[in-house]
């Protein structure tokens, strides 16, 4: 049973950096791209970024480009997302993904919540 | 590529037959899926590449459509398919339609 766990959410400061993580269980982890998404209170749904298997392409978001940074280690079965320079519209629920072989997402985590306020 | 979806709320009885539209800007050659999310919960996949159900999907969602033009359909909805169902298009950028909630008469 494939099996995404994320952590790290929580309240921060407008202008900090976090960094969530993802572990994931119940597939090969090294053979799937993987995406994380967010959805702000009450909103839709955002996809911003998204990272090869073997980690050779990573794209992202307008909203997040040269802020966030996407990254993973495929021995530890692990995505991470670093979050740089948080804005109060950053605040949002994070959800890893993975990828479905064309970039969609055929499985996502619970998610983990970060708030960005003063 | 925008998503549009409508209705933004349907409300309707038990074992009616529903459709759900999602319309795009640009051609979307057939690259739409369709997620449902529960209250409290994370998207589920329901329908990948416009027609392909997801492993383990009941049968009762199926999807359609070319072009712009897109539709799921709940051959008889059942009280737990109350939820909200968002289309997702992966031709063009990556974006999600803004969601038809479901709820039950």
């Known amino acids: 049973e494939v099996q995404l766990v994320e952590s790290g959410g929580g309240l921060v400061k407008p202008g900090s950096s976090l960094k969530l993580s993802c572990v994931a269980s119940?597939?090969?982890?090294?053979?799937?791209?993987m995406h994380w998404i967010r959805q702000a209170p009450k909103k839709g749904l955002e996809w911003i970024a998204l990272?090869?298997?073997?980690?050779?392409?990573?794209y992202y978001a307008d909203s997040v480009k040269g802020r966030f940074t996407i990254s993973r280690d495929n021995s530890k079965n692990t995505l991470y997302l670093e979050m740089n320079s948080l804005r109060s519209e950053d605040t949002a629920m994070y959800y890893c993904?993975?990828?479905?072989?064309?970039?969609?997402?055929?499985?996502w985590g619970p998610g983990t919540m970060v708030t960005v306020s003063s | 590529i925008q998503l549009t979806q409508s209705p933004s709320l349907l409300s309707a009885s038990v074992g009616d037959r529903v459709t759900l539209s999602c319309k795009g800007s640009?051609?979307?050659?057939?690259?739409l899926a369709w997620y449902q999310q529960k209250l409290g919960e994370a998207p589920k996949l329901l329908i990948y590449?416009?027609?392909s159900l997801q492993t383990g999907i009941p049968s009762r969602f199926s999807g359609s459509g070319s072009g712009t033009d897109y539709t799921l359909t709940i051959s008889s909805l059942q009280p737990e398919d109350v939820a909200t169902y968002f289309c997702?298009?992966?031709?063009?950028?990556?974006?999600f339609g803004s969601g038809t909630k479901l709820e039950i008469k």
């Open positions: 993904a993975k990828d479905g072989l064309y970039w969609y997402f055929d499985f």
């Open positions: 119940g597939f090969t982890f090294s053979s799937y791209g």
């Open positions: 990272i090869y298997y073997d980690s050779s392409n990573k």
């Open positions: 640009q051609n979307i050659n057939n690259y």
């Open positions: 590449n416009t027609n």
């Open positions: 997702y298009q992966y031709n063009n950028g990556l974006t």
